[in-house]
């Protein structure tokens, strides 16, 4: 079975900084996606950002980027510029057929 | 388009009383997913359903049943509840379409089971 770690349960970073939040998962397939989801305190999850394994170019949306290693099994995201909206819980998640979460990374920003 | 709207928001039960919590999207989207949220835990899927007339277990299914007779409603039955079952519920869609990937998600249930 798959699995996804996230290994940081609590992150802060300054308001205006770049923090980067760690992922890893496990996987033998070679053709899957990965996830980013943001949960507000509204419990609303929202797609932040994706990546198509088959792509080697890292996907970028506005502030947010990935570091997609896919030898490594690693898929982590950073959040530049970052503002009191980006305060949030955050959810990597992998899918090959069906979608599997990490336990998630609550990140702080400091004003 | 509504997109994922789940009702009701928040309920109460005593335990061993039954509800359905229901599951609708207006995507036509083949692809309908279950899942709870409990503290300190992503997401896991309790069940799922790639079409009408189709479904499957996904990682813990025990105490929730689910069937799929149209594309748009996916409804959650719990049969007895137990305090066990006290969680956040979140059912998502997606299209079969891989250029389509993006799964979206409901408002979420809050479940409190006494």
């Known amino acids: 079975a798959q699995t996804v770690t996230q290994s940081q349960p609590e992150m802060s970073v300054q308001e205006a900084e770049t923090v980067t939040l760690s992922c890893t998962y496990d996987?033998?397939?070679?053709?899957?996606?990965l996830f980013w989801y943001k949960q507000p305190p509204s419990r609303q999850m929202i797609l932040v950002i994706r990546?198509?394994?088959?792509?080697?170019q890292n996907a970028t949306e506005n502030r947010f980027s990935v570091n997609f290693q896919k030898a490594a099994k690693s898929f982590s995201l950073k959040i530049s510029d970052s503002q009191l909206g980006d305060a949030a819980m955050y959810f990597c998640a992998y899918r090959r057929e069906k979608l599997t979460f990490g336990t998630g990374t609550r990140l702080t920003i400091i004003p | 388009n509504a997109g994922v709207t789940q009702t009701p928001k928040f309920q109460v039960l005593k335990t061993g009383q039954s509800m359905t919590l229901q599951c609708a999207q207006d995507?036509?989207?083949?692809?309908m997913s279950w899942y709870r949220q409990d503290p300190g835990m992503g997401l896991r899927l309790i069940h799922y359903?790639?079409?009408?007339?189709?479904?499957d277990q996904g990682e813990v299914p025990n105490g929730y049943n689910v069937s799929r007779s149209t594309t748009e409603d996916f409804p959650l039955r719990l049969l007895s509840a137990a305090p066990s079952q006290t969680s956040v519920y979140f059912c998502a869609s997606r299209s079969r379409d891989r250029s389509q990937e993006t799964q979206y998600f409901g408002p979420g249930t809050r479940l409190l089971v006494l």
């Open positions: 996987t033998s397939e070679s053709d899957y996606y």
């Open positions: 995507m036509n989207h083949e692809y």
């Open positions: 990546q198509e394994a088959y792509k080697q």
């Open positions: 359903s790639v079409g009408a007339g189709i479904t």
